[in-house]
DNA sequence: GTAGGGTTAG
């Protein structure tokens, strides 16, 4: 019989959802003297364990004090263990349960361990895992066998998963959907299309099998196609859909995608949010993230981690880093890593070097532990805020405190580091004495600072090591013929200008997206005519003549002479991308509202003096998000300082 | 009293 007192404590618990809430409830239970009921403290277990996301610590806790932990126990740790960060100490616990436990693994115990494997890539612990299932004779079992296929999948070894779903007595839909993303896993589509056709039924979750393979592949198409013929569709369909888009950069109709699921009255999940969002936050849509902000608010999606992440990046990529530390300070629950280090990336992109150190010590006290992409958006933090000395200290606190082996990416941003505060020697020894070859990308950087820095010599040696790396990448012929330009040596220009041309080498087109009333448009420059860009040529000649005769706007030719005749330089430079989004935007919003544009290349020197001159003549703020970083344009000039 | 396949942010 439950007493009174179990009972209110199993209601309780059932409707849990936060540590915080999870630790009152058991202090309750210790308070009534339940605390040995095993019928509760399995349910705290499970609750900690499985449905808290951050209390995995305080589940093992509890575990470690039990004296006889009984196979459901054991299980509730394995599973939670095999979703956490760390799902090693799901096999330990597996193998704790192998020597200690009165019983013996069962079923459940393998299929969750199994995950572990999965989720580590570990083939060496799937495969004693495998063994020690047959051993069993749970290998054959319908479940364990069909987590099998799908631990060799994502391991990438297809051929073992096949052979394990040959050898299944009578594989059932779930395991025909696991071998059919085992073979989407190893690259093969149409191994995965074959076995689509033979399937002898399939539900739902087939088709959305199929959707992600797709996706996941790039063939948004294809995945579209099936999208619209297949029978049924639920949320994880199309959450599948919106995330597809985002990821290949298909903003637009992630958007539409999911204005089109709330339309329907299907029900949005919190994966169709973090895709929406994310496509806002690379698209740079501000309006509609304002908008899905107030949604997630109204429809009770604000207590979940991943969706708060999500929002706090999209603002953050917006330019709005004080709604993105809003979001941050308002989190519920235990910040993760990723709300940690997407609030630093935000306050580096905007410049705020001092503020972004200051919380990665914050992070640091809370006890979250940084990894390599915290250091990645901390030095990018130092060196686009000319943070050298900080920069040099949090370069050997992670090698030496954190034990995190640099990879070439910080090594990259130490060249940053370097060559943006002019120190180019430096940077060049560093980059000659890094323990890694250097690749093309570091070499890039070393140039653009000497290009930022007219450094000729050191210029010339740079790309004499580029040739051998990437012997016919634009960007960098551009910019040596740049750097040439700027020193007046029109004879190497034309060298460059002509090896380029033999080469028939294209330039990489750039492109500018501008959100007005939710909907984003992006020009491409040079762009045909059509009545959008019509409209923004029309503006943007009415405001080039104002600037000149006004604001002393001279245009910077500099920049174009690699890739047209004299007379062009100035007609080709009012047809960059960024001019005529500005010019769009400028021409459809209300006047007075801030401009946001968002490029894929980095902005050039004319545009940038161009912005900096209309906000001081039309009174009016523009943000840039540039490839590097955000330039925020008031009064004249620019939140980089000219230091980009 | 727990399962297996499909969607999740830096």
């Known amino acids: 019989m439950n007493s009174a007192a179990e009972n209110l404590c199993l209601s309780l618990l059932s409707n849990c959802r936060t540590l915080r809430n999870l630790k009152q409830i058991h202090a309750f239970v210790y308070k009534s003297g339940l605390e040995t009921d095993p019928l509760i403290s399995a349910k705290i277990l499970l609750i900690s364990a499985v449905q808290i996301s951050d209390a995995i610590d305080y589940a093992r806790r509890l575990f470690i004090h039990n004296p006889n932990p009984d196979v459901f126990m054991y299980n509730t740790l394995i599973r939670g263990e095999s979703e956490s960060d760390s799902p090693n100490n799901s096999v330990s616990s597996f193998a704790r349960m192998l020597r200690e436990s009165y019983s013996p693994p069962d079923s459940f ?23 020690q299932a047959m051993v069993r004779g749970l290998d054959t079992h319908l479940f364990v066998g069909t987590t099998l296929v799908s631990m060799y999948g994502e391991c990438g070894f297809v051929v073992f998963a096949r052979k394990v779903f040959d050898e299944m007595n009578e594989p059932n839909v779930v395991a025909w959907n696991a071998i059919i993303t085992a073979y989407f896993r190893g690259n093969d589509l149409s191994g995965a299309d074959r076995l689509f056709g033979l399937i002898p039924c399939r539900d739902l979750t087939t088709w959305n099998v199929m959707l992600a393979g797709h996706t996941k592949a790039g063939d948004l198409e294809r995945a579209k196609g099936l999208f619209l013929r297949m029978p049924s569709r639920d949320d994880v369909s199309w959450s599948t859909m919106i995330v597809g888009f ?63 992440n999500a929002l706090l990046d999209t603002y953050s990529k917006c330019g709005n880093v004080l709604m993105a530390r809003l979001v941050f300070e308002r989190m519920p629950g235990k910040k993760s890593i990723v709300s940690w280090t997407s609030m630093i990336a935000g306050l580096a992109m905007q410049g705020y070097g001092e503020e972004a150190i200051k919380l990665f010590h914050k992070m640091e006290e809370s006890g979250t ?140 087109p750039g492109w500018s997206m501008i959100e007005v009333d939710k909907v984003m448009y992006s020009f491409v420059a040079g762009d045909k005519l059509n009545d959008i860009t019509e409209e923004a040529y029309n503006k943007l000649s009415e405001i080039t003549l104002k600037l000149k005769v006004e604001g002393g706007y001279v245009p910077e030719v500099g920049s174009v002479l690699h890739d047209i005749e004299e007379e062009e330089k100035e007609d080709t430079l009012s047809k960059h991308s960024e001019k005529l989004a500005v010019a769009f935007g400028m021409a459809r919003l209300c006047k007075g509202r801030t401009i946001r544009i968002v490029k894929n290349l980095r902005v050039c020197k004319d545009c940038h003096s161009f912005m900096k001159s209309i906000s001081k003549v039309y009174e009016l703020d523009i943000v840039v998000r540039d490839r590097s970083r955000f330039h925020s344009f008031k009064e004249g000039s620019c939140s980089c300082r000219d230091y980009w």
């Open 369 to 508: 532990r940084p990894d390599e992409i915290t250091f990645i958006s901390i030095l990018y933090a130092c060196s686009h805020a000319g943070l050298l000395e900080r920069g040099h200290e949090i370069f050997s606190k992670m090698t030496g405190i954190y034990n995190i082996e640099p990879t070439i990416e910080h090594y990259g941003c130490m060249v940053d580091l370097y060559g943006r505060a002019g120190q180019l020697h430096k940077a060049y020894n560093f980059v000659v004495q890094m323990p890694v070859p250097p690749n093309a990308i570091i070499w890039r950087t070393l140039l653009g600072a000497c290009s930022f820095f007219g450094d000729i010599e050191l210029a010339e040696q740079v790309k004499k090591r580029l040739s051998e790396l990437d012997p016919d990448n634009s960007g960098d012929h551009v910019l040596l013929s740049n750097i040439y330009a700027v020193a007046g040596k029109w004879k190497d220009v034309d060298t460059v200008r002509r090896l380029m041309a033999e080469k028939n080498m294209k330039k990489t």
């Open 109 to 131: 115990s393998f299929a969750f361990a199994l995950k572990a494997a999965a989720n580590l890539r570990c083939l060496k612990t799937g495969f004693q895992l495998h063994c």
């Open 246 to 308: 985002a990821r290949n950069g298909y903003f637009d109709e992630a958007l539409r995608v999911f204005r089109e699921l709330v339309g329907s009255g299907n029900r949005s999940n919190e994966v169709s949010l973090t895709g929406v969002l994310s496509a806002c936050a690379q698209a740079g849509a501000f309006e509609f993230g304002k908008i899905l902000h107030a949604f997630i608010e109204k429809m009770g999606f604000a207590w979940i981690s991943s969706v708060n």
